[in-house]
């Protein structure tokens, strides 16, 4: 069974930075799919960014509230998928959640990887103005 522990939430304030990592206890390539989602009360899990992997490298997707701020990669030695945040803003604040999908010939995106993905146990991450 695929395992996943996420690291690195924390409180920052507006403008700062803060890195996620995701350890999995599975292969992260060739060809799997994993991503990061958030959510906050009352509300539905949001996708952020998913990568795809491949021989040779990983096609990153971001969400558009996310995309230029936030850079998500994988560490394929050390079976880690991280995401690093820059300019962070209080509409940034959830708890975030890395995913897990071994796609086989379906595509990489946030519908699957929501209703087929492996989950961690969240992390929060709390940004004041």
């Known amino acids: 069974q695929v395992q996943l522990m996420e690291a690195g939430g924390g409180s920052v304030q507006a403008g700062g930075s803060l890195t996620l990592s995701c350890q999995v206890s599975a292969r992260t390539h060739p060809n799997i799919c994993m991503g990061w989602f958030r959510q906050t009360p009352g509300q539905a899990r949001e996708g952020v960014a998913n990568i795809y992997t491949y021989h040779g490298g990983a096609t990153p997707f971001y969400d558009r509230s996310v995309k230029g701020r936030f850079a998500i990669s994988v560490d394929n030695a050390q079976h880690t998928l991280y995401l690093q945040m820059d300019t962070l803003k209080s509409a940034d604040t959830a708890v975030y959640y890395c995913?897990?999908?071994?796609?086989?010939?379906?595509?990489?995106?946030?519908?699957?990887?929501?209703?087929?993905?492996?989950w961690g146990q969240g992390t929060q991450v709390t940004v004041s103005e």
């Open positions: 995913t897990w999908y071994d796609p086989g010939p379906e595509a990489c995106n946030f519908w699957n990887l929501r209703d087929r993905g492996v």
